[in-house]
């Protein structure tokens, strides 16, 4: 079976379980400011794009809005250097799998 790249790069990112999801709630009514600061706190938690793009969404007047930002766009930069390191090496693996055993395929994804 051949997968491209960003099947197999979308397939990874979703078996990643998010960090932070919580259900519990507070007895306390929580007032607006202290409710944007433990969503900010979850959001650095997580330190993950939807976090951030949430947090952005839901916040848009907060002064935390800029450093959110900032953090997406890093995520991007990394996101884009690991995938162009990544992806000559999974191609070669995702079109001959039968050559694994031989030339250690899959197993040289990892250890990149």
Do not use: C
């Amino acid at each position: 079976m051949k997968m491209s790249f960003s099947s197999f790069l979308r397939l990874l990112v979703s078996a990643i379980p998010l960090i932070g999801a919580s259900t519990a709630t507070s007895a306390l009514p929580i007032r607006p400011a202290e409710h944007q600061s433990s969503q900010w706190m979850q959001t650095r938690t997580t330190d993950t794009a939807e976090a951030y793009t949430r947090f952005i969404l839901e916040n848009p007047d907060s002064p935390m809005v800029a450093e959110a930002r900032a953090r997406l766009a890093t995520l991007a930069r990394v996101e884009a250097a690991v995938t162009a390191r990544l992806q000559p090496a999974v191609d070669r693996a995702l079109e001959s799998p039968q050559q694994d055993a031989a030339t250690g395929g899959f197993g040289r994804i990892m250890n990149i």
